[in-house]
């Protein structure tokens, strides 16, 4: 009876862990096809990045007018001496 049953344990446990081994094993395959980023994740990432290049855009712009307005400020200094 007891061999019976520490059978059953071991056939038992050896499924288990060849379940586990399988879902490891799909789980690292998955990850190395990706790169372990998710699409939603590389969208997200793309949207971000397409956002601070539009910031960056945004602010070099900004520094070429205030570049100019500070070129326009100079001249008028130096009309009104």
């Known amino acids: 009876m007891h061999g019976i049953m520490f059978v059953g344990f071991f056939i038992g446990g050896a499924i288990l ?30 949207e971000e990045t397409r956002m601070i290049q539009d910031i960056f855009n945004g602010l070099s712009k900004m520094e070429e007018r205030i570049e100019a307005l500070e070129t326009i400020l100079i001249e008028r200094q130096k009309k009104d001496r």
């Open 17 to 46: 862990l060849i379940a586990t081994l399988g879902l490891v094993l799909i789980g690292i395959i998955r990850a190395a096809k990706t790169g372990g980023i998710s699409k939603k994740e590389k969208q997200t990432h793309a």
